[in-house]
């Protein structure tokens, strides 16, 4: 089995570490050309995994077609703003043969298209699986317990990645409503952003509780709107990849909310972070999505107004919390 992994950052180098301590073989391509030359020279991605040493079955390779070519899966790891352009310079390279995994948590701006159907539209003949839920990269890499859902429209293609990637340390449970896992990786990221600018603000567990709980009901509320299972997000790729996300200090999206809520503007704060911070481009996204298909997200526009309107995150908690009365047992969907 040889694996090709596009994408060298935090979760593209996690994977590549974990199955090549699986035995396979695993070529990793990056537009960073120091990033490659780090991994073959010094088994090692400082900027992203420190103190992380990967095993020698793990190649950077500088040319795409070199990484793609002679591999069973080609895993896409690529920040979500970037999937497409890397899609449309890979599908020359790729077979219908080939079972393509999506990593990557988004949606693309003004299509509001998921990353299954960006792969799908540009690479049609292929079987897509999209790995997601609560994992954080530095603990993949650290071969911590670890679970994770493998989604498709055909169950098989999700069982053949299942069996790839689970051991003892990373357990896959399969699912079929791909719609669903999607948004639940999407929208989670925008929940651990306000979650963080609650930290900063110097709010408490109450705050974030209410945030975390009142942020899955309008996670639900958007995905059964695109078709998903609500019950999908009773599960890893839902609660669990939320929970994640919103409690840990690993998380890119919540470090970067605990700047904005101390006052930092969003240019200096992403830049801090020194990595992609998905919820930004997430919230612009499903703000507009939701708009155009008349889905009630309160936090998200909320955020939407503290992201690109300058507003005060205090005053954004206090309409938030003084809108018109409601039930809890009010429908949520």
């Known amino acids: 089995m040889r694996i090709a992994v596009l ?12 199955l090549a301590k699986k035995g396979y073989e695993v070529d990793v391509w990056d537009r960073n050309a120091d990033l490659l030359n780090e991994i073959n020279n010094n088994h090692t991605n400082t900027r992203y995994l420190k103190d992380i040493v990967f095993p020698s079955n793990i190649k950077g390779i500088h040319e ?16 979500s703003h ?63 317990p670890t679970t994770i859902v493998a989604a498709s429209k055909n169950i098989e293609a999700a069982e053949y990645i299942q069996d790839i990637f689970m051991d003892a340390n990373f357990r896959v449970y399969t699912n079929s409503d791909v719609v669903g896992v999607e948004i639940g990786a999407a929208v989670k990221n ?17 705050t974030k509780a209410a945030l975390m709980t009142r942020g899955i009901a309008e996670i639900t509320r958007l995905g059964v709107k695109l078709g998903a299972n609500p019950m999908t997000f009773a599960g890893l790729a839902g609660i669990g990849d939320l929970i994640v996300t919103c409690t840990s200090m690993h998380s890119r999206n919540r470090r970067c ?5 101390k006052g930092m503007d969003l240019k200096t704060a992403m830049e801090s972070i020194g990595m992609v911070v998905e919820g930004v ?24 107004d503290v992201l690109f309107n300058n507003r005060d995150p205090r005053d954004a908690v206090n309409e938030l ?6 039930s809890e047992e009010e429908f949520v969907f």
Not at 97 to 124: A, D, F, H, W
Not at 293 to 299: A, G, L, N, T, Y
């Open 190 to 206: 925008i929940v651990a952003l306000a979650a963080g600018i609650s930290d900063g603000l110097g709010y408490g567990d109450n």
């Open 257 to 261: 909310g605990i700047l904005l809520g």
């Open 64 to 79: 795409l077609k070199d990484c793609i070519e002679g591999k069973q899966v080609v895993i896409f790891a690529i920040p």
């Open 7 to 18: 994408g060298a950052g935090s979760w593209g180098s996690a994977i590549s570490i974990h």
């Open 82 to 144: 970037a999937l497409r352009s890397v899609c449309e310079l890979a599908k020359p390279f790729i077979t219908k043969e080939q079972v393509l995994v999506s990593l990557v948590k988004g949606l693309e701006n003004k299509t509001y298209k998921r990353m299954s159907e960006i792969i799908e539209e540009e690479c049609p003949n292929n079987e897509v699986v999209v790995l997601s839920g609560p994992t954080h990269a530095e603990e993949v890499s650290a071969g911590i």
């Open 281 to 304: 481009h997430a919230t612009e996204a499903v703000y507009n999505l939701a708009k155009s298909i008349d889905v009630e997200m309160p936090i998200v526009n909320a955020l939407y």
């Open 321 to 326: 919390m003084t809108r018109d009365k409601k």
